[in-house]
């Protein structure tokens, strides 16, 4: 039996992550399963954005999930900063680095031709010109900071058809994303909260008229009811940065999660 379906998506998620068992990042297994899904279950012809690339990682995942005719459109500046925990500055000698892992990584997952790299800022003309249409699967996974994320989730939301997906790392772990969540997010009827994986948030935008205030009133219950998980990630990062490992593992992070919680 083919390793694809008829549509040209590799079927089985576990093959995906095998291909890119080498490739730095952070996204866990649990979310690469997430996003294979995702991307599977799109209709040729949709687009796909992924906001915060790094060296492929997921890009990989989503190009090799998602059924031949997507439209897979890739948006970093690798600038060499927001590039990982504690990694804010510039550098542009990483930035060069990183591009070159990406391509390097993509060619080597044979889903070179499949994706396109926009080297800019998430907010640039450049990046918004690149994706004129709607967007049916967007990833963001950009800068942490209040005002990056609260942005990209403004103005890349919008572009999300209705019945679209968007899914959003490091939701509850990091200070700024969450809080970018709850501002923006959260009250918006536009929006559907649909679970977590770890700390990848899914939402799905509504379609059809608004829902019930019933059904928005048991969406933030689910949400807000994630924000003690969020404040044992964030205790969590701060035990890490100490160097405090045994208190870690009481916190439950034992030798197996890696070293940051995401």
Known sequence: MSDTDDTGALRDADAALAAVAEVDGWMTD???RRLHACARALAPGAT??????????????????????????????????????????????????????FAANLAAAGVADRVEHVRAFSDAPAAFAAVPGPVELLYVDG???????????????????????????D???????????????????????????????????????????????ADAARVLGQLPWFARNVLLKAVLLARLRPLARLLGHGPADGPWPY
């Open 143 to 169: 800068a942490h900071r209040y005002g990056p994320a609260l942005a990209d989730l403004t103005d890349w939301g919008a572009r999300v058809a209705p019945g679209g997906t968007l899914l959003v790392h």
């Open 30 to 32: 649990a979310q690469g």
């Open 171 to 217: 939701t509850f772990s990091s200070v700024g994303v969450t809080l970018a969540t709850l501002r923006r997010l959260l009250p918006d009827p536009a929006w559907s909260y649909a679970g977590r994986d770890g700390s990848l948030a899914r939402w799905v935008r509504t379609a059809g008229g608004p829902p019930s205030w019933a059904a928005r009133a």
């Open 48 to 101: 796909i954005v992924e906001i915060g690339s790094f060296r492929g990682r997921s890009a990989i995942v989503l190009a090799l999930a998602a059924p031949a005719g997507t439209r897979i459109v890739c948006i970093d500046p690798h600038a060499g900063s927001d590039r990982g925990p504690q990694e804010f500055a510039p550098d542009a000698a990483l930035g060069d680095a990183d591009t070159a892992a």
